[in-house]
């Protein structure tokens, strides 16, 4: 089945610490997305890469970084320098200038 | 700069009622828009889309929008809302030019609850 695949879907981290959530497709689509969501706050924009091995900030890129070194995926760190990690992590995918197909997402909680 | 209200926060309809949802976009030229739904703890999943033509456009689970460039809204609609409908729904624009072609810009969401 072609998809977008995130995972953990649960993540734990404790203060000081640097996490990496990992997003996959197999969908061929050139361009992916990060983004953050906070109740009430909709999706914000962290990181996106409209191709391999090049990416560009979003709206809150500051505390995270990313790689782009396949098609396929698309891994987000969460640094120690993210002051309030604690949300729901939502990658996307998409044939360029389309609509974004979405991955089902991963909570971080910090500790 | 581009942006996008949802004016309503939460919206409860009984079962079998009509539904619209209101957005309202600030885009400087014609916009790509969209329709999301999400169910807690889920990814979000395109309900529709419009990119040109037919000013209404008809989308799944029966849901239809309907774009209108002099009010700068594009209102989703569904003529009887089943219990399953309860979830986030969220309104995007997208932007069509410059090095960000193709980013989707999206509002705060509308959360429905539906009553027996």
């Known amino acids: 089945d072609g998809g977008i695949t995130q995972s953990p879907k649960y993540l734990f981290r404790k203060e000081g610490q640097n996490v990496t959530l990992s997003c996959e497709q197999n969908?061929?689509?050139?361009?992916m997305y990060w983004y953050r969501q906070d109740p009430g706050q909709g999706l914000r924009l962290i990181y996106y890469?409209?191709?391999?091995?090049?990416?560009q900030k979003g709206d809150i890129a500051e505390g995270y970084s990313v790689s782009r070194e396949k098609k396929e995926s698309f891994p987000l760190t969460v640094t120690s320098a993210q002051k309030n990690p604690t949300a729901f992590y939502l990658c996307a995918s998409s044939p360029r200038y389309n609509e974004q197909f979405f991955g089902p997402g991963t909570r971080l909680t910090v500790l | 700069a581009q942006s996008v209200t949802q004016p309503d926060i939460h919206i409860t309809v009984s079962e079998g009622a009509s539904l619209e949802l209101r957005c309202n976009y600030s885009y400087g030229a014609t916009p790509y828009l969209f329709w999301y739904v999400q169910s807690p703890g889920q990814g979000l999943q395109l309900l529709l889309k419009?990119?040109?033509?037919?000013?209404l456009v008809q989308g799944i689970k029966g849901f239809e929008a309907e774009f209108k460039r002099s009010q700068s809204s594009f209102n989703l609609r569904k003529p009887s809302v089943h219990w399953s409908d309860a979830a986030e729904y969220f309104c995007a624009v997208g932007t069509n030019y410059g090095g960000s072609q193709g980013n989707l810009i999206f509002g705060k969401g509308t959360k429905l609850s539906v009553k027996p």
């Open positions: 969908l061929n689509h050139d361009a």
């Open positions: 419009y990119f040109s033509g037919d000013t």
């Open positions: 890469s409209q191709i391999v091995n090049d990416f």
